[in-house]
């Protein structure tokens, strides 16, 4: 086959895509910028190769998802009619497994293990803590899941787990010793059940590569090329597996775009792209700048915001289509305006021909999206949410309406049994007694000081009951706004409930503030609990005429955006204190990610983008304050966008 190409490169590639394609050997870099077709050119490289005669069994293809390489091994096997069932491609986890599988007596284990999946992780994280008899009644000690990140954050960035809870998780540094004696244990419980974990597939293969040469020769000689996507979110581990797997033949491609780095929260190092020529002195760099997917306007916008960030490797995108509109940024009163043009607007673009499937809505914090979820739920605009459950059906989000429920109805049996289970000691059958205690009584609060009620509980229980009895007398003497009573639910023991079962507990802290400032524009708590429960009878119909059926519009948080694209995209909470997130200020490094997620929502649009952002948001009470726009629109030239005044064109 080889020195026969049946392929014909010219037609299907630009130059620099082609440039890559047939880029001699050795390390080589590509600076893949957003629409650019770095799929294509991957795919076309291997084809490349194996039409030269390069075995497929010495190929190796990491990826971020296991469909995207099976995606792409698929479109070569279509391009050149043969089988590559022999190749390597998959996620670092496949690859880790399948070289633990062959490998497994080396680390200690058969090689029938099980993986873990991350709910059993938990389990058995949660069956260690019984096992140590750690005593979580008097101060609280993170769950599972917490746990299992904090582990994960360690193992995957090689940082001890004392300085990762000092630096994410000071609220646990008293219980650092126990941590890490549970660790210990919960490693040693793995081994001895032949379980093994996510995070092992990655440790236990870095490990086995850098400790036995015999080892990562013999995989290093087997792949001949080694192919790597999506390379600006690979962790330190990931990164340094696919380098010692290559230090053999030295041809490893790396693909990806600087700019859209926008993962750190997961361990993902920026770094490991950037440093990756000084790695590799004699790589080979790349770059992929010409745009398939958005129009003109809109790749200036972009070009303009990540031009402020200093860290990157410099690179302008040229667009294929010509013409079209100008982005829109479109200041607006509130919140609740804003919504309301959004829904106006989306409604505006499917009268002009555009289907609501090619509609997003995008955002940097998933309670951005409340009022929109609100306003889209009273039209009957179909809407789907990619970040996650709708506002108001998130757990955290309904355990507080919980606590307020029982305040303004104490014989609310539902109520009373979530927020009952929420505390340390009490779980179903407890709260099933409790409730049988309260319920036969015509004031359950009350009921709540006798001792009778006490004492169907075990002694932990009872002091559980006594926290939760002091919290609701405190509410219903209040008798405050429903904003306020949040936010004593908050202080009262319920913020410490979220950092301590949950690992992002930040983002539904948030959530819950947002919450709090939403109910701002309800006197009565009864007005409040009755909005929020008629919006959960509303159904979301598609009333749009001539719409396909199940049509729906997209919410989503940034990052899960990421490599999507709409013909129509909206940014939305564009001021200060919203985006850029109000935690990444005061490093720079942080305010450079941040506008790298901005630049990828605007890089998500083909035709039309609008930029939105609040004037005005809550601060207490009959208190407003005026917001600025985010100092990323702020830095753009305003001959590069038009500027619609209350929603409206001109």
Same mark, same amino acid.
């Given at each position: ?76 096997? +279509? ?203 004699? +790589? ?36 294929? @289509? ?82 307020? @429920? ?195 929502? +605007? ?8 930029? +939105? ?14 917001? @600025? ?22």
């Amino acid at each position: 086959m080889k020195g026969i190409l049946r392929i014909d490169y010219e037609e299907e590639l630009n130059e620099e895509q082609k440039k890559v394609v047939f880029a001699d050997e050795g390390p080589i870099l590509v600076i893949a910028g957003a629409g650019s077709g770095k799929t294509r050119t991957i795919t076309y490289r291997v084809a490349r190769l194996i039409e030269e005669g390069v075995d497929p069994s010495s190929l190796l293809l990491a990826t971020f998802t296991n469909k995207a390489a099976r995606e792409m091994l698929h479109r070569v096997e +279509c391009l050149l009619g043969i089988s590559l069932e022999g190749m390597w491609g998959g996620t670092f986890h496949h690859i880790g497994n399948l070289i633990l599988r062959r490998e497994a007596k080396k680390i200690g284990y058969d090689n029938n293990y099980t993986i873990l999946d991350r709910e059993d992780q938990k389990d058995l994280l949660e069956s260690t803590i019984e096992e140590m008899g750690i005593d979580r009644r008097s101060r609280r000690f993170p769950k599972g899941d917490v746990i299992a990140n904090i582990i994960s954050m360690s193992r995957n960035t090689f940082i001890s787990v004392e300085d990762i809870l000092e630096k994410f998780y000071p609220q646990f540094l008293s219980w650092a010793s126990q941590l890490s004696s549970l660790f210990a244990l919960y490693q040693d419980r793995k081994r001895q059940l032949s379980l093994v974990d996510y995070d092992d597939l990655l440790y236990y293969t870095w490990s086995l590569l850098q400790e036995d040469e015999n080892t990562r020769r013999k995989y290093g000689s087997a792949f001949h090329h080694i192919l790597v996507d999506e390379y600006q979110d690979t962790n330190l581990l990931q990164a340094e597996i696919m380098d010692l797997l290559a230090q053999e033949h030295r041809n490893l491609l790396v693909v990806g775009d600087d700019a859209q780095s926008i993962y750190s929260f997961r361990g993902a190092n920026f770094v490991n792209i950037m440093r990756f020529p000084e790695r590799y002195p004699d +790589c080979q760099i790349f770059k992929l700048e010409t745009n398939y997917r958005s129009r003109a306007p809109i790749l200036e916008l972009a070009n303009q915001i990540i031009s402020f960030n200093r860290r990157q490797f410099p690179k302008v995108l040229h667009p294929m @289509k010509k013409g079209g509109e100008k982005p829109v940024v479109v200041p607006l009163r509130d919140v609740m305006e804003q919504a309301e043009f959004v829904a106006s607007q989306i409604l505006e673009l499917h009268d002009e021909g555009h289907d609501l499937q090619e509609i997003a809505v995008l955002y940097r914090a998933h309670y951005h999206s409340m009022e929109i979820q609100m306003e889209l739920t009273r039209r009957g605009i179909p809407f789907e949410i990619r970040s996650g459950l709708r506002f108001f059906e998130q757990a955290h989000i309904k355990d507080v309406v919980a606590y307020l @429920k029982v305040v303004a109805n104490p014989r609310d049996e539902m109520a009373w049994k979530r927020v009952l289970k929420l505390y340390p000691g009490i779980g179903r059958a407890l709260a099933e007694k409790v409730w049988g205690a309260l319920s036969s009584s015509p004031d359950p609060l009350t009921t709540l000081e006798r001792e009778e009620v006490f004492s169907l509980l075990p002694v932990n229980a009872r002091v559980s009951l006594a926290s939760l009895r002091d919290l609701l007398f405190h509410l219903e003497d209040l008798d405050s706004s429903p904003s306020t009573l949040i936010q004593e639910v908050l202080a009262g023991g319920y913020r410490d409930y979220l950092v301590a079962h949950y690992p992002n507990y930040e983002e539904r802290e948030e959530d819950l503030e947002e919450l709090a400032n939403f109910a701002l524009r309800y006197k009565s708590l009864e007005t409040f609990l009755s909005e929020l429960a008629l919006l959960g009878e509303i159904e979301a119909e598609n009333v749009v005429r001539g719409g396909i059926e199940d049509e729906k519009i997209v919410l989503s948080t940034i990052h899960q955006a990421k490599g999507l694209e709409w013909d129509c995209v909206f940014v939305v909470w564009l001021c200060e204190g919203g985006f850029p997130s109000p935690r990444s200020l005061g490093r720079e490094e942080n305010i450079e990610e941040e506008r790298r997620l901005f630049y990828v929502a +605007c890089t998500r649009a083909r035709e039309h983008l609008f930029l +939105c952002y609040p004037i005005l948001g809550e601060r207490g009470r009959s208190r407003s304050m005026v917001r @600025k726009p985010s100092r990323f629109l702020q830095e753009l030239d305003p001959r590069s966008y038009t500027k619609w005044r209350g929603g409206r064109k001109g």
